[in-house]
């Protein structure tokens, strides 16, 4: 979700891509993947029909999807590619690229300090609503505390199919 992390790693600015922030209705956030790179917990959207996801909309050239499915370890499994829906402002898009973890884990593991700060960077900077970003905030927190969680969160950074 976050364009400096992003441009990061497909080694240019993807700002310019960039919609807007979009809603994604009927998923949950999770972290439910050990991210082997990233040596923690790592976002995933789950179907849960209560729960709405805030996140990022992107159009991204086809030519960085290989660089994109490298970052999501889609080659060693770890994501895969899921077709959505979202809502951006007053438009509706289907057929938008998100990814989701293959091997779930049974219960959420916590975020380290880095991604823990990426995640919330990513939805600053993108222009969450304040709400959600503490929603964000806390869930991750309470992770990294070893705490329950009292309800399930959402974000992710969304990818029309035809960018």
């Given amino acids: 979700m976050c364009p400096v992390d992003l441009q990061r790693t497909l080694g240019e600015n993807t700002r310019d891509y960039v919609l807007g922030t979009a809603t994604l209705q009927g998923y949950r956030l999770a972290f439910n993947r050990r991210s082997q790179r990233r040596n923690c917990g790592v976002l995933d959207v789950v179907p849960d029909e209560t729960s709405t996801v805030e996140g990022v909309l992107y159009r991204l050239p086809w030519r960085l999807s290989d660089r994109l499915d490298e970052r999501e370890e889609i080659p060693t499994g770890g994501y895969r590619r899921e077709t959505i829906s979202v809502q951006c402002g007053d438009r509706h898009y289907s057929q938008v690229r998100t990814y ?3 091997n779930k884990l049974p219960a959420e593991l916590a975020p380290n300090d880095w991604y823990f700060s990426v995640v919330l960077r990513g939805a600053i900077t993108c222009g969450l609503s304040e709400p959600y970003c503490w929603q964000l905030f806390e869930h991750m927190y309470r992770l990294q505390q070893g ?8 974000p992710n950074c969304f990818l029309p199919r035809s960018a």
């Fill in 100 to 102: 989701v973890v293959v």
């Fill in 147 to 154: 705490q329950g969680i009292p309800r399930p969160l959402q």
